[in-house]
């Protein structure tokens, strides 16, 4: 996921889909469980699921005559590799982490406190 970069309003609804279901599905399955909220095209899903899976979000197999897409990145690790190039693309990156330290709440502050505490190759 080197580069990793925001995903499409239509991407972003076909990955939360693959997130909230963590099933493999193919084109047609995607379409079905995607149909009520907007319609949309058996191409267009198809398209979609294939530039996900070119960007390196899904992984995909041949399941008799169709693919089978799966999510191989949790919403989790997307969010965080968004949020690591965010912070290597900023020219002041101490400034950018005061910032968005300053904006978190009290919660998300002791959450990372924690996860601080526990990282690897430092004392607990």
């Given at each position: ?7 499409g ?28 909220r ?21 992984d ?46 009290e ?12 990282r ?5």
């Open positions: 996921m080197a580069g990793v970069h925001g995903l309003d239509l991407e972003a609804v076909v990955m939360g889909r693959m997130w909230d279901t963590r099933q493999p599905a193919t084109v047609r399955e995607v379409l079905r469980d995607l149909s009520d907007r319609p949309l095209a058996y191409t267009t899903v198809m398209t979609v699921l294939d530039n996900l899976h070119r960007k390196g979000l899904l995909r197999e041949m399941t008799g005559r169709a693919w089978t897409y799966r999510a191989v990145v949790s919403r989790e690790e997307y969010t965080a590799a968004l949020m690591r190039d965010a912070l290597h693309s900023a020219a002041e990156k101490h400034a950018t982490l005061a910032h968005f330290v300053a904006a978190i709440s919660d998300e502050s002791q959450m990372l406190r924690a996860v601080l505490r526990r690897p190759g430092r004392p607990s």
